[in-house]
């Protein structure tokens, strides 16, 4: 898979007077200092307290950042990321992101998200995968489910790997509903020619979003086909805005209000910038609000696995290690059974082939 680098993201391009008088260079390194500081699992350990807790009150030995700091930078910042611009989400998801953000690079698939899913598929046997089929229903003791269609599909053990929410509906006396979870909604647009921006930035809203969710008002703006060419055809750039929560309006008028905005950040030629598709996601990442635990269990009953980034953090890399933790355990149980198979495929053979066997 080609990965492409997102050059330094974010606090470059930052300006020294929307920081509320902190250099980047002081957030930088304070956030590099947490990430060295503290291992993953030191982390999990923390007070399980909100963001705006930690932020306010105890961001370093003590010390916390002033309102306006949070107002015009970890609100839209982490709003976009959480889709949480009131803060109320668990510091250690803060910090565990931060920390990834410090050591690790952010880049984007060359050829867009769905890359990733499609390169596991291409892992998988052919055929043991069926796309737009939904599970209406799991039988009891999860030997089994039935789709929409009406047609039941035999199994020795199920893994349910949808969204919190729906997890919550399938097997309803196993997953306890979970707290609403975060919404946002993204408007893509194509822009003829180059973005407004040298390299590759995040812009965000310093006006004050804290109460901006379910509103039209921007989170955040970013042009992805800067990072990866192949996300805009030659000559044209893609742009993409972000808004926490999803707003009332009937799509014109939200484009028109978005658009509104754009003109008011990046200058008229924002209004040559033409609408492409408009997606309100509803489900878009489970709540993580403490009490907030990292790993939640993968086997609910004998046949009945979970998996999905709610067990773990919301994320794709809570996604996978949530697939990876739920296939040790499937395999872990299904290993026995399999192995005695085996054994049976064996003994079979050998009569047939009048082999003598000794056990
Ligand atoms: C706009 C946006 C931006 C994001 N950006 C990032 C990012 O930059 N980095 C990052 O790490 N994370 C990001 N995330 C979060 C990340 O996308 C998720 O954490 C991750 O995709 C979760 O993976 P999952 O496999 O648990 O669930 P999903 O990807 O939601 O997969 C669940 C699947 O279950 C299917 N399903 C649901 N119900 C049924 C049913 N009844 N029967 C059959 N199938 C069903 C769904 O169709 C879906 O395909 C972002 C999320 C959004 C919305």
């Not at 009150?57 to 889709?83: H, M, N, Q, T, Y």
């Not at 979003?209 to 990072?227: E, H, L, R, W, Y």
Request: aromatic share 8%; hydrophobic share 40%.
């Amino acid at each position: 898979m080609e990965i492409v680098k997102v050059q330094d993201l974010i606090l470059t391009r930052l300006e020294k007077n929307l920081l509320g008088g902190h250099s980047a260079e002081e957030v930088l390194g304070t956030w590099r200092l947490q990430a060295t500081l503290a291992s993953e699992e030191e982390i999990y350990t923390r007070p399980d307290i909100s963001i705006y807790d930690r932020l306010s009150r105890d961001v370093f030995f003590g010390a916390g950042f002033s309102e306006e700091f949070i107002d015009k930078f970890f609100r839209p910042f982490l709003g976009g990321i959480f889709f949480d611009t009131k803060l109320k989400t668990s510091a250690r998801e803060f910090e565990f992101v931060i920390r990834m953000l410090s050591i690790g690079e952010n880049c984007l698939p060359e050829e867009g998200m769905q890359k990733i899913p499609n390169y596991l598929k291409s892992l998988l046997p052919a055929d043991s995968v069926r796309l737009n089929t939904q599970v209406k229903s799991i039988k009891e003791d999860g030997k089994g489910v039935t789709l929409s269609s009406g047609e039941f599909v035999a199994a020795s053990c199920v893994v349910v790997a949808t969204c919190g929410k729906m997890a919550s509906q399938l097997v309803p006396d196993v997953v306890s509903e979970m707290q609403e979870p975060k919404k946002t909604t993204c408007l893509y647009f194509a822009i003829d020619g180059k973005p407004p921006a040298d390299v590759p930035t995040v812009f965000l809203n310093g006006d004050g979003v804290k109460d901006a969710q379910g509103t039209s008002t921007i989170n955040n703006v970013c042009f992805p086909s800067m990072v990866a060419s192949s996300y805009a055809p030659e000559g044209k750039s893609l742009a993409c805005v972000s808004l926490v929560g999803i707003p009332d309006q009937q799509e014109d008028q939200l484009v028109a209000d978005v658009k509104k905005q754009l003109v008011s950040w990046f200058g008229p030629s924002a209004n040559e910038w033409k609408p492409l598709r408009t997606y309100r996601i509803p489900f878009s990442q489970p709540s993580q609000e403490p009490p907030f635990e990292r790993e939640q269990s993968v086997r609910r009953k004998e046949h009945l696995f979970l998996a999905g980034d709610h067990v773990e953090t919301a994320s794709i890399n809570g996604a996978l290690r949530a697939g990876a933790r739920c296939a040790r355990a499937v395999s872990d149980f299904l290993l026995p059974s399999l192995v005695q198979l085996n054994k049976e495929e064996v003994r079979k053979y050998a009569r047939e082939k009048g082999i003598n066997l000794s056990d």
